[in-house]
Each structure stands twice: as structure tokens, then as C-alpha cells.
């Protein structure tokens, strides 16, 4: 049976998935007691639009292994258009929560309180490279 190469697009969304879901894991925004000695508030991807984001970071990750799956056939769904959808609605779904949180109190999203936000936004930038790279590359 011959496989095909993975591709450093695929390689890439891999990768960047891979950040997302982590990012998802850590916190996304703290709402601090201020002055008074509260315990600060946080929460992360698995809550509100946050989970949209994570779900779309699993689908990328389907996206990747599903020609293997599916043995040397190609499929229909193995286009880059499935991954500029999905990366899309995660993009949206990041940016409606993150204005959410700035509209809330902007001193939450700081990289120390809230570092999954910043790492999913990275995560998101090699999404984004990826699906330009799986759109330009040729595929047998």
C-alpha cells in the first residue's frame, strides 16, 4: 500500500492544532478582585464561543487524517476549501470571544493572567499559514 506524503501544509495545520488545543487548556481571561483581596476569576476555551475554537482545532486534525483513513482513494473533502472554512470559523469564533473579554475589562487578557488566549492566537497565525500553504501546494 503506498501513503502519501504528508506535506508541509498538513504538517503545519498539525502543528498549529495542536498549539490551539493547548491553548484552549490554559486560561483565557482572569477577572481580578482589584484592591480587594478576591480570589481572581478565570476561564478558558470550554466555555461560551470558546469551545467553537476547540472543536475547530479537532476538525483540522480530522481533516489531516482522514486521506489515511480512508486508505489511496482521494476524497472529495480533502480540499483546501474544508480547511479555510474551519479555520475561518475558528478565527471568527477567537475574535468574538477575545472582543468580549476587552470589552469586559482589557487589564484580564494580560499574557500572565490569561495565557491561553495569547497561545491559541498563535496557534491560529499557523493555522492560517497552513491553509495558504495546503491551497497552493499540488496534490497527486
Not at 506524503?5 to 495545520?13: D, K, S, T, V
Request: charged share 15%; aromatic share 8%.
Amino acid at each position: 500500500m503506498h501513503r502519501r506524503p504528508l506535506g508541509r501544509g498538513r504538517q503545519l495545520a498539525t502543528i498549529g492544532a495542536l498549539v490551539v488545543l493547548v491553548g484552549c487548556v490554559l486560561p483565557w481571561f482572569a477577572a481580578t478582585g482589584g484592591d480587594t483581596g478576591l480570589t481572581p476569576i478565570t476561564t478558558n476555551a470550554f466555555s461560551d464561543k470558546g469551545i467553537v475554537v476547540f472543536i475547530c482545532a479537532l476538525l483540522v486534525l480530522a481533516l489531516v487524517s482522514l486521506p489515511y483513513a480512508a486508505g489511496d482513494k482521494p476524497l472529495a473533502i480533502d480540499r483546501a476549501l474544508s480547511y479555510v472554512i474551519v479555520v475561518t470559523v475558528a478565527i471568527g469564533a477567537y475574535l468574538w470571544r477575545t472582543i468580549e473579554f476587552i470589552l469586559v475589562d482589557p487589564a484580564g487578557l494580560r499574557p500572565d493572567l490569561a495565557p491561553g488566549i495569547w497561545i491559541v492566537g498563535v496557534g491560529l497565525i499557523i493555522l492560517a499559514r497552513a491553509t495558504y500553504e495546503i491551497s497552493t501546494e499540488h496534490r497527486f
